[in-house]
């Protein structure tokens, strides 16, 4: 479904993605895993069209059409949707608000505000608070939200548990999972290796932008100490 091959991207004369290649296959969870700064952001920003990084070879199709070099708006019309890492919400405007200013109009959406509410119960009872008057947590679901407004065929989610509490973390992990029993494909960029296996098919590892281990997520929970060496965790 989605098919990153040989990709190189660059800011300015940094070059951060070394040949890097990935698939997520139809109604596929697929982790993307690596220690800081080894190129998860890039990858996923590379995909998105996204001004930097600047990707200079290798391709990125979807549905069998090449998207490399489109503009983030033409890779969003396509029903690829990013979680971006560090939120980006508007201070001043409020969850509502956040939720409604996506909507194409145009499409029957099976995504409303009030069902991201059912979704993310704690979002509907800020429902009128602005972005710089949520918590870390309320951030990651309402960027979560914002997402699933462009009623995705893909997500791209960078981190969306990063600052959340275990049990909003474990609330997450469920949410991935209805989502993926729903159809969707999901690109999981995620720090917490026991956190991916929980809902992940298939686990990448990038490290200094080249992918360095691909394994299914079962073969590596019954092994993880063939990852976790990648990882520097124990
Ligand atoms: N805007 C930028 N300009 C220049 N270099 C950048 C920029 N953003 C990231 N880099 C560099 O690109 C490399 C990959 O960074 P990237 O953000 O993709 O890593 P990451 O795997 O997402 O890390 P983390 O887990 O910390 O989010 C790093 O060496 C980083 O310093
Ligand atoms: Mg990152």
């Keep these: 479904m989605l098919e990153i091959r040989d990709l190189h991207s660059f800011y300015g004369d940094a070059h951060v993605l070394h ?24 990858l996923i920003r590379s995909v998105m069209g996204l001004s930097t990084p600047q990707v200079r070879g290798g391709s990125v ?4 059409e090449a998207i490399t070099g489109l503009r983030a708006h033409e ?14 919400l508007f201070p001043s405007l409020t969850v509502t608000e956040h939720l409604t200013m ?18 993310f119960p704690r979002l509907a009872e800020r429902r009128n608070n602005r972005g710089n008057q949520l918590s870390g947590g309320e951030r990651g679901m309402l ?4 997402a699933l407004m462009l009623d995705p065929e893909l997500i791209l989610m960078d981190e ?4 959340l509490a275990p049990v909003m973390v474990q609330h997450l992990e469920g949410v991935i999972a209805g989502l993926k029993a729903e159809g969707l494909g999901i690109l999981l960029v995620e720090q917490n290796l ?16 080249r992918v360095v281990f691909e394994a299914d997520a079962a073969a590596v929970a019954a092994d993880p100490d063939r990852l976790t060496r990648y990882l520097g965790v124990h």
Excluded: H
């Design 19 to 42: 040949g890097a290649s990935l698939d997520v296959r139809p109604r596929e969870v697929v982790a993307l895993l690596g220690r800081n700064g080894m190129g998860k952001t890039s």
């Design 61 to 64: 199709a979807w549905k069998g």
């Design 75 to 88: 890779v969003a019309e396509r029903k690829i949707a990013l979680v971006p890492q560090g939120r980006r």
């Design 102 to 119: 996506l909507k194409p109009a145009r499409n029957a959406a099976s995504w409303t505000v009030e069902r991201v509410f059912s979704l």
């Design 143 to 146: 960027a979560v939200g914002r």
């Design 160 to 163: 969306p548990s990063e600052g």
């Design 194 to 209: 026991y956190s991916a296996l929980a809902v992940a098919d298939r686990v990448y590892v990038l490290e200094t932008g």
